[in-house]
């Protein structure tokens, strides 16, 4: 299994141009995130997804949005980048059960808003 | 609502001396915890996570952490670091019947040879 896979790697965007990141995980999770992490700032939540064809805002969902039409991908999109937004950006998936529960990220994509 | 808070941003430590990385969280539900490491340029891993039962919880490389109900605290430690320890932590927090993760700022360990 690859578990949660993301792509691109990398990426230089201008200012006001648009990109889609993918997150593809082989779990079947219900559950995805997508996250950004900056310096002395931890991880933050954009937004998440419950389900398939279902997603929810997480704590800094501006200028981002995201689909999730298939259980497996988990799409973030950024329809005029700014500067603001270079950072690295996390997927995760989980899974819920009686159990408990357990978080499995991506590798992480770096991009940079010049 | 859920915050997790990680007192120390940075952790110096001689190899082979122990260390312990704080972590607090603040909730009004019955929560999960978990530590995740993050290597250089790396996606997180799970270090050790905390669902229920024995309060003392034992994860790879070494660590260990231990879940205090009345501190709201659950802190990492290891005996003995070496050189590979070094990292960057994260604590975090989510509740027995939500799905979202809470994550603390971090604590970059530096393990000094």
């Known amino acids: 299994n690859a578990g949660v896979t993301q792509t691109p790697k990398f990426r230089v965007l201008k200012t006001g141009q648009s990109m889609t990141l993918l997150c593809a995980q082989d779990m079947n999770h219900e559950y995805m995130y997508w996250y950004r992490q900056d310096p002395g700032m931890g991880l933050r939540l954009i937004h998440y997804s419950v389900g398939e064809g279902t997603t929810a805002k997480g704590e800094v969902p501006d200028g981002y949005n995201v689909s999730r039409l298939k259980k497996q991908n988990f799409l973030l999109g950024l329809e005029s980048a700014a500067p603001s937004q270079t950072s690295v950006y996390f997927c995760?998936?989980?899974?819920?059960?009686?159990?408990?529960?357990?978080?499995?990220f991506g590798q992480g994509t770096r991009l940079t808003v010049v | 609502a859920q915050s997790v808070t990680q007192l120390d941003s940075q952790v110096p430590v001689f190899e082979e001396a122990p260390v312990e990385l704080r972590c607090n969280y603040s909730?009004?539900?019955?929560?999960?915890l978990f530590w995740y490491v993050q290597y250089p340029n790396q996606g997180l891993q799970l270090l050790l996570k905390?669902?229920?039962?024995?309060?003392l919880v034992k994860g790879i490389n070494g660590f260990e952490a231990e879940f205090n109900k009345s501190q709201t605290s659950f802190h990492l430690r290891k005996p003995s670091v070496h050189i590979s320890d070094t990292a960057e932590y994260f604590c975090?927090?989510?509740?027995?019947?939500?799905?979202?993760?809470?994550f603390g700022t971090g604590t970059s360990l530096t393990v000094i040879p």
């Open positions: 905390y669902l229920s039962g024995s309060t």
């Open positions: 975090a927090v989510t509740h027995h019947t939500g799905n979202q993760f809470y």
């Open positions: 909730s009004s539900v019955s929560v999960y």
């Open positions: 995760a998936s989980s899974y819920t059960s009686r159990r408990g529960t357990e978080a499995f």
